[in-house]
């Protein structure tokens, strides 16, 4: 089951809803002020690897919004 990022726009409040394959269509609702004016967030998920030469360092560390290993924030 996906769990899915949502911000409401009336609160700002960020948070995840689990879906079932059949709640595709399902209305999502704020749990702080229950209001139904959400975006859905892009996920950012991590994968592991055994490679210790492709781990982020101090100097290159990585990226909070994309993942990707890089010197500079995504804008």
Not at 5 to 33: G, I, M, Y
Request: charged share 15%; glycine share 6%; hydrophobic share 30%.
């Amino acid at each position: 089951m996906p769990i899915y990022e949502f911000r409401c726009k009336q609160c700002d409040h960020a948070f995840e809803e689990l879906f079932t394959s059949s709640q595709q269509n399902k209305s999502v609702t704020c749990p702080e002020c229950n209001g139904h004016n959400v975006m859905q967030l892009l996920s950012v998920f991590g994968v592991g690897t055994s490679d210790i030469a492709s781990a982020p360092t101090a100097e290159m560390p990585m990226c909070g919004t994309c993942g990707r290993q890089t010197s500079q924030p995504c804008s």
